[in-house]
């Protein structure tokens, strides 16, 4: 199964503005997943990122606050824009398919806004 | 509405005393049912897919099975190390998209 490094690991930014959350893969996959987990909750799928075409976002979320980069085969960034202590949250990006490897989580970064 | 339910949400246990997770789920063409386990502050570790009912899966002491509605997580003889978040997500029909229950948290108390 994929390895997938996540950066940062945590971060406490102001609110406002903006954090940029990078996943790396070690393999070339089509889609990767970006989830929020929200403090005891369980995940909410953000968007669905495409190599070469823009990001399906779910409802509740838009382009505009969650601006999403796919510029090749192993990396994507999601970006938390104009910040609210609401975002605060746990970030992971995903990678993998339904087959006997499941898919595969980065370890997540811990945001909190003040 | 596609839907996964955990239960129990919290589940104590003193080390070496068996027991079960549940996650029920009514969906529209299951394609899998997945069940992860997660740390506090770590993203979730794959443990078992399941594709049809009857299906068993075993690694170390926990053991998945599945039926036409539900999926139990069976743990033997817990350690303290088995202390997580237990989630199980299902992926139904054409969609891509895993529907997520909202796990269960298990505690072994040594």
């Known amino acids: 199964s994929a390895v997938i490094s996540q950066k940062p690991s945590r971060d406490i930014c102001q609110r406002g503005t903006s954090l940029t959350i990078q996943c790396q893969v070690d393999?070339?996959?089509?889609?990767m997943f970006w989830y929020r987990q929200q403090p005891g909750q369980s995940l909410t799928l953000i968007a669905t990122a495409n190599q070469g075409s823009e990001a399906t976002y779910e409802s509740g979320f838009v382009i505009d606050k969650f601006p999403i980069s796919r510029p090749n085969l192993t990396f994507s960034t999601l970006t938390v824009s104009n910040m609210s202590p609401e975002d605060s949250s746990i970030y992971l990006c995903?990678?993998?398919?339904?087959?006997?490897?499941?898919?595969?989580f980065g370890s997540g970064t811990r945001l909190t806004v003040v | 509405e596609d839907q996964v339910t955990q239960s129990p949400e919290a589940l104590r246990l003193q080390e070496g005393e068996s027991s079960s997770l549940n996650c029920s789920y009514t969906?529209?063409?299951?394609?899998?049912l997945f069940w992860y386990r997660q740390d506090p502050g770590k993203g979730p570790e794959f443990l078992f897919t399941?594709?049809?009912?009857?299906e068993e899966k075993e690694k170390e002491r926990l053991k998945a099975t599945l039926t036409k509605k539900e999926s139990f997580l069976h743990i033997t003889a817990p350690k303290p190390e088995d202390s997580a978040t237990y989630l199980c997500a299902v992926q139904a029909g054409s969609n891509y998209q895993l529907i997520w229950g909202a796990g269960t948290k298990l505690i072994i108390k040594p």
């Open positions: 969906v529209s063409g299951l394609r899998g």
């Open positions: 399941l594709y049809s009912a009857g």
């Open positions: 995903s990678v993998g398919d339904r087959g006997e490897s499941g898919y595969t």
């Open positions: 393999s070339q996959v089509t889609m």
